[in-house]
Every structure is written in structure tokens, then in C-alpha cells.
Nanobody
């Protein structure tokens, strides 16, 4: 069993920054982590992923160069630093984990999810 708890969402103006955190507990050894988001009326999409040791990282084209994912294995926490935020980044952001070592794009591979944290970017 793995438990994931996100924090750090909120309301920010366009161009601003937010830092999301995801605290993991339970059997997290060797698991890769990722952040997804779901905007109103849209499907959930992968934003960024990081492998177990942090050696492999994935970003969607929409956030590349603006967002940065990182993980602290000792603290069992994964972060998403979001800079230069745009109104189109508004969504509920979810932390998720997969038992795979490497970054996985397919949502079906993720077996544990957090409850989500709202990010709202005003124009």
C-alpha cells in the first residue's frame, strides 16, 4: 500500500510560481513518481515524471522549460516547481506512482494516486 498526499496548490497570477509537494508513505521503494493534471472538461494528462533514482525525467511539451520535477528519496517526497504559470495551467494536479523503475507515460500503469490539489492561474 502507498499513500500520497499533495500540497501547495492555490491561486496565482499569470507569470507567477507555485511549488507542489507530494508526500508518500508506505511501500515506495523502487517506484517512479509523476504529476498529472486535469482541467475542467478535459482528460487527465501527464505533466512530468521522474524515475526511481531521478536519473530519467519526462516533461510534456506544454510545460517543458517552465516546470521542474524532483524527488527527495530520504524524505519520500516529490516536488513540482511551476514557473511562468499561464491560465491554461489551471487544473487539479495529481501525484501518482507506478511500480516501474523508469518514467511511464500511460496512466494505466499508475496504481496509486493522491487526492489532488487545485491550481488556479488568473490572467
Amino acid at each position: 500500500q502507498v499513500q500520497l498526499v499533495e500540497s501547495g496548490g492555490g491561486l496565482v497570477q499569470a507569470g507567477g510560481s507555485l511549488l507542489l509537494s507530494c508526500a508518500a508513505s508506505g511501500r515506495t521503494f523502487s517506484r517512479s513518481m509523476a504529476w498529472f493534471r486535469q482541467a475542467p472538461g478535459k482528460e487527465r494528462e501527464l505533466v512530468a515524471g521522474v524515475s526511481w533514482r531521478g536519473g530519467r525525467i519526462y516533461y510534456s511539451d506544454s510545460v517543458k522549460g517552465r516546470f521542474a520535477i524532483s524527488r527527495d528519496i530520504a524524505k519520500n517526497t516529490v516536488y513540482l516547481q511551476m514557473n511562468s504559470l499561464k491560465p491554461e495551467d489551471t487544473a487539479v494536479y495529481y501525484c501518482a506512482t507506478t511500480p516501474n523503475f523508469g518514467v511511464v507515460v500511460g496512466q494505466a500503469e499508475y496504481d496509486y494516486w493522491g487526492q489532488g490539489t487545485q491550481v488556479t492561474v488568473s490572467a
